[in-house]
């Protein structure tokens, strides 16, 4: 899947809706990418912090990645 011409490497999403596509590790945790919730915008978020959420939020599989909606 691709957002814009950017790669998604991991994604996840929430029984809310929201959804977070990471394009870019910046470290051990820490993504960069696009968030979809009350706005749809780019910035960083925390895998730790969605990981904690669990089960609420959880990681969508790669195979499932193209089937995912995403309006930028």
Known sequence: ME??????LKA??????WKWFGIEKVDDHIWFGLV???E????YFDERELEALKPW???IRK??????????
Not at 3 to 8: F, L
Not at 12 to 17: A, D, L, R, V
Not at 40 to 43: D, K
Not at 63 to 68: E, I, M, R, S, T
């Open 3 to 8: 957002i814009q011409g950017k790669k998604v």
């Open 12 to 17: 996840w999403e929430s029984f809310n809706g």
């Open 36 to 38: 979809v919730g009350f």
């Open 40 to 43: 749809t915008e780019w910035g």
């Open 57 to 59: 939020v959880w990681e």
């Open 63 to 72: 195979q499932d990645l193209d089937f995912v909606e995403v309006e930028v």
